[in-house]
């Protein structure tokens, strides 16, 4: 079992930034990849980014590459989402999720998911 707790959502202007972190508990956390979907309201679930078991491998959605950077700490069980460059696009809750499978894109390859944390992005 995986339980995950994200933190570090809030208010920002557009062209700012935020650092999304996200606390696992459980002893096996780098046995897992790690991610990041969000959702914003009236539309469907979004992969963002995700990083593989060892951090050495990652994956990002076209809308964030170049903005956003994920990144992890095995010794502390916590991965990271730096947002960089933030859009009023960006507006969203940010959800951390883990799972064994590689680090897809498919919100279906991730079983434990995090609680959620609201970015909001004023133009």
């Known amino acids: 079992q995986v339980q995950l707790v994200e933190s570090g959502g809030g208010l920002v202007q557009a062209g700012g930034s935020l650092t999304l972190s996200c606390a696992a508990s459980g002893r096996t956390f780098r046995n897992y990849a790690m991610g990041w979907f969000r959702q914003a309201p009236g539309k469907e679930r979004e992969f963002v980014a995700a990083?593989?078991?060892?951090?050495?491998?990652?994956n990002y959605a076209d809308s964030v590459k170049g903005r956003f950077t994920i990144s992890r700490d095995n010794a502390k069980n916590t991965v990271y989402l730096q947002t960089n460059s933030l859009k009023p696009e960006d507006k969203a809750v940010y959800y951390c999720?883990?799972?064994?499978?590689?680090?897809?894109?498919?919100?279906?390859?991730?079983?434990?998911w995090g609680q959620g944390t609201q970015v909001t992005v004023s133009s």
């Open positions: 990083i593989s078991w060892s951090g050495g491998s990652v």
């Open positions: 999720v883990a799972g064994l499978a590689s680090y897809g894109s498919s919100w279906y390859e991730y079983k434990y």
